[in-house]
Each structure stands twice: as C-alpha cells, then as structure tokens.
C-alpha cells in the first residue's frame, strides 16, 4: 500500500492541485477534467493489448531471430521492419518506449530502435488515412515524404553521437525495466 | 481499428495458451509488469495534457499561429506542437479547424510534426528508457526538424 501510494504520488498531487483550481474556476478545471477523462479512455483502450503482444513477443520470439533480422549488421532489412512495425502501431509515443525496451533486449540495434521510435511517432498507417481525411492528401503525403528521410537521418545523428558504454548502459536498462 | 488490434492480440493469446500454458502466463505477468511500470507517470502525463489543453483553447493557439504569423509563428507552432500531446484523431480535425480559422500551412505543418515527434511532457518517461542524453537530443532534433517540414509543406502548397 504504501509503495503504491510513493508511486503514484505525482499524480495525487497534481490531481489535488486540479481540484483545487476546479473549486476556483469551476468552467476551467472541469475542462480540463474531461480532457484527463477522454484521454484515459483512449489509453485504457489501445494500451492493454499492446502490452500483451509485447509480453508474447517476449516470451515466443528468440533473441537470435531478432537479431538476425534487426540487430547490427542487417541492414537495409532491419531498418524496414524497423518502419513496419513502427507504422503499425497504435497508440501515443508513450506506448512506443516500453516496446523499445523490449527490441533492446531481444538485440534489436540502436539505430533500428530509433528508427521504431521515429515511425511511431509520425508515419502509423491508421493516422496516416485520418490524416488525409482531415487535411488532404498533398498535406499528408508531402509530410510523410519528408518523415521518411528525416526519422532515418535523426536515428543516425542520435545513434552515432553516443558511445558504445552508452548505448550498452540503456540496454542494461532496458533489461531491467522489462523483465 | 481498435477491434482490429484487439482481434489480433485475443488470437494470438488463445494461440499461445494452447500452445504452452506457462509461457503465457508469463507472457501475461511481463505485460502487467511493464504496464504497471509505466503507468503512474502516464497518469501525470494525461493530466499535465488536460490541464495544457483546457488553458490553450482555439482562440489563444489561432491568435499565435495566424497565416500571417511568419516564422515566429511557424517557431510558436512548434513550441505548442511540443508541449501539448494529442492523440491524432483530436489533432488532425482540429488543424483542419483552424486552418478554416485562419492559420497558415506552414505553422500548421509545424505544429503536426512536434506535435508528433516532440513530447516535452513525456521526457520523464523518455529518459527512464532512453536516458537524458539521447533523450534531450531527439526532442531537439525532432524540433529542429519540425522548421524544415514547414518550410517544405508550405511551398508545396503554395506552388503545386
């Protein structure tokens, strides 16, 4: 009980603020309530089943096979699953880093990590074509078009900016936080 | 889409439980596990997001991002893009909405692309798997590249 309540006590205390403010500006705090609310929802939604196909992936794929198609060395053939699985998410960027975690530990490269991370933030498929509906195709393509080159060019700054002891300490890391 | 993912995700499982009942077990513990490790800084995040959300309202974003607004717009842009995260299916209609209201496509450009690639409050999170270097690093980089989408969207759409 007490661990629960040191964990989550952020959250106490800045819901404790927010009621606060709801007492002072009532048409304010109750706006942002329902905002807090409607996100929750979203995320009690897509997020379970996420996490249940990362424990499988955990639990059924060998670190081998996932090093072989993604870990160093692989290639162009890393780098487009890398995009594959990353496009085909759902869900916030949020959702993205406990999948990383998990590809670290199963070998996945650096720079294939990053490039999961960038294809989630920006070109998921079902985004994608709400996106066209929202803004129009050339908005959605052009910017697509740009994100493509720009995750890959982020992924190798960031990945060859830092150093081998670096990159093996998040992946220690990763262990950690996954297993 | 959901039901999609769910449908995925209940075949898989059943898959695996007649497959090896242990494994999935464990399956499971690990998915409960990394859920319930993320999960109190998800609830800071969301309610950091609300409250962001209640104070920036239409009328406050479209006076900062006017067509007219330049590049200091398309900069304020990128800094809303940055703070605030929403989920795609706000977002999009929303720039729809104030693209009719008078904001510009370069500054809307702006504001998808942090929007998406830049999280200022989820960098706790960040870091707690990535560290602060890459962490700090990524953000500014994906900020940076936030400009260059702009630019490239707004010429696209003011020329072709």
Do not use: C
Request: charged share 15%; aromatic share 10%.
């Amino acid at each position: 009980m007490k661990s629960i309540l040191k964990r989550y006590r952020v959250f106490l205390i800045i819901l404790l603020g927010l009621l606060i403010v709801t007492l002072f500006n009532k048409t304010l705090g109750l706006h942002a309530l329902s905002v807090t609310a409607y996100s929750l929802k979203e995320l009690l939604l897509v997020v379970p089943p996420i996490f249940i196909l990362l424990g499988l992936l955990d639990v059924w794929v060998p670190k081998e096979t996932m090093m072989k198609y993604m870990g160093e060395g692989s290639g162009i053939k890393g780098v487009l699953l890398a995009f594959i699985i990353g496009s085909a998410a759902a869900g916030p960027l949020y959702g993205a880093f406990p999948v990383a975690a998990v590809l670290m530990k199963k070998g996945v490269s650096f720079k294939n990590v990053l490039i999961f991370i960038g294809a989630w933030s920006t070109t998921k498929i079902p985004m994608l074509l709400f996106e066209i509906s929202a803004l129009g195709m050339k908005f959605a393509l052009t910017r697509l078009l740009i994100d493509i080159p720009g995750i890959i060019i982020i992924s190798f700054i960031l990945s060859s900016v830092i150093s081998k002891k670096e990159v093996k300490e998040i992946y220690e890391n990763a262990g950690d936080l996954s297993s | 889409m959901n039901i999609i993912l769910y449908a995925i995700t209940l075949a898989l499982l059943l898959f695996s439980f007649f497959k090896d009942k242990r494994k999935t077990k464990t399956a499971l513990k690990k998915a409960w596990k990394s859920f319930s490790n993320i999960l109190p800084q998800m609830l800071v995040v969301l309610l950091l997001v609300g409250m962001l959300l209640a104070i920036l309202n239409e009328e406050v974003i479209l006076k900062i991002i006017g067509v007219n607004s330049g590049w200091l717009g398309v900069f304020l842009a990128s800094v809303v893009g940055s703070i605030t995260l929403i989920p795609g299916f706000i977002a999009f209609p929303t720039a729809a909405m104030l693209l009719d209201g008078g904001a510009g496509y370069m500054q809307i450009g702006a504001f998808i692309s942090s929007l998406m690639m830049v999280g200022i409050v989820t960098i706790p999170v960040e870091i707690k798997y990535f560290g602060k270097k890459i962490t700090y690093l990524r953000n500014a980089l994906a900020f940076l590249f936030s400009f260059l989408v702009a630019f490239i969207i707004g010429w696209v759409v003011n020329t072709l």
